[in-house]
């Protein structure tokens, strides 16, 4: 069966720190560009961080730079996302994704380029606040 399942998220103080995790099963996530995206209340989903299936770059949005990081772990099949110094404004439910999109990481991240076959975890709630 192929499936993303999210783990992770929660409830954290300001400055915080938390780490998502996603498991990729019945498809290799090394092939695929993969992602996290989130979507806050009363807002649409957005990409947050990408690596790109073509030449493994990276791609952050501006509001995480320096304090989130992306990675993958092949033997496990999974991807991560390290999230410091949080604050109240990352707030949101965070997806993991996946595609078979082709080009740099912020193609993915931009939610407008799709193969049209997109996997996407299930979600998980992220809450900053104190």
């Known amino acids: 069966q192929v499936q993303l399942v999210q783990s992770g998220g929660g409830l954290v103080q300001p400055g915080g720190s938390l780490r998502l995790s996603c498991a990729a099963s019945?498809?290799?996530?090394?092939?695929?560009?993969i992602g996290w995206f989130r979507q806050a209340p009363g807002k649409g989903r957005a990409g947050v961080s990408c690596?790109?299936?073509?030449?493994?770059?990276?791609y952050y949005v501006e509001s995480v730079k320096g304090r989130f990081a992306i990675s993958r772990d092949n033997a496990k099949n999974t991807v991560y996302l390290q999230m410091n110094s949080l604050n109240p404004e990352d707030t949101a439910v965070y997806y993991c994704?996946?595609?078979?999109?082709?080009?740099?990481?912020?193609?993915?991240?931009?939610?407008?380029?799709?193969?049209?076959?997109?996997?996407w975890g299930q979600g998980t709630q992220v809450t900053v606040s104190s």
């Open positions: 019945g498809f290799t996530l090394d092939d695929y560009a």
């Open positions: 690596i790109s299936r073509t030449d493994g770059g990276t």
């Open positions: 994704a996946a595609d078979l999109v082709s080009g740099p990481a912020n193609f993915f991240c931009s939610g407008k380029v799709s193969t049209g076959r997109i996997y």
